[in-house]
Nanobody, 118 residues
Framework: VQLQAFGGGLVQAGGSLRLSCAAS????????MGWYRQAPGKQRELVAT???????RYADSVKGRFTISRDNTKNTVNLQMNSLRPEDSAVYYC?????????????WGQGTQVTVSS
C-alpha cells in the first residue's frame, strides 16, 4: 500500500488548510487511516484517525478545530484544519493500518509540511 499526501503549506494563525491522502489500494478491507505529525525535536504524535466505519479519534490539542473524513470508495482520507495555531506547525504524515484497532501492519506517506505563522 502506497500513500500519497496532498496539501499543506504556509498559513497565518487562525487560517485553514486541508490535507488529503490517497492509498494506492486497499487489499485488507477494514482498516484505519489518519494523520500524525512531528515537529522538530519532538516525537511523532497522533493527530486524528478514522476507521472504515467512520469511528474517529482526535488528539486533545486539535479537538474542535480539525475534522477528519474519508471516502472508502476512493481509499482517501482528508483532514480539514481550522483555527490553526503556530504550535500546529509540523510535518504531517498520512498513516494506514491494516487493522481498525491499529494493531496490524503500518504504512506511512512521505510527509507534508504545515507551517503556521504567528
Amino acid at each position: 500500500v502506497q500513500l500519497q499526501a496532498f496539501g499543506g503549506g504556509l498559513v497565518q494563525a487562525g487560517g485553514s488548510l486541508r490535507l488529503s491522502c490517497a492509498a494506492s489500494r486497499n487489499p485488507f478491507g477494514s482498516n484505519v487511516m489518519g494523520w500524525y505529525r512531528q515537529a522538530p525535536g519532538k516525537q511523532r504524535e497522533l493527530v486524528a484517525t478514522i476507521t472504515t466505519t467512520n469511528g474517529s479519534r482526535y488528539a486533545d490539542s486539535v479537538k474542535g478545530r480539525f475534522t477528519i473524513s474519508r471516502d472508502n470508495t476512493k481509499n482517501t482520507v482528508n483532514l480539514q484544519m481550522n483555527s490553526l495555531r503556530p504550535e500546529d506547525s509540523a510535518v504531517y504524515y498520512c498513516h494506514y493500518n491494516t487493522n481498525p484497532r491499529g494493531t496490524g501492519l503500518d504504512y506511512w506517506g512521505q510527509g507534508t509540511q504545515v507551517t503556521v505563522s504567528s
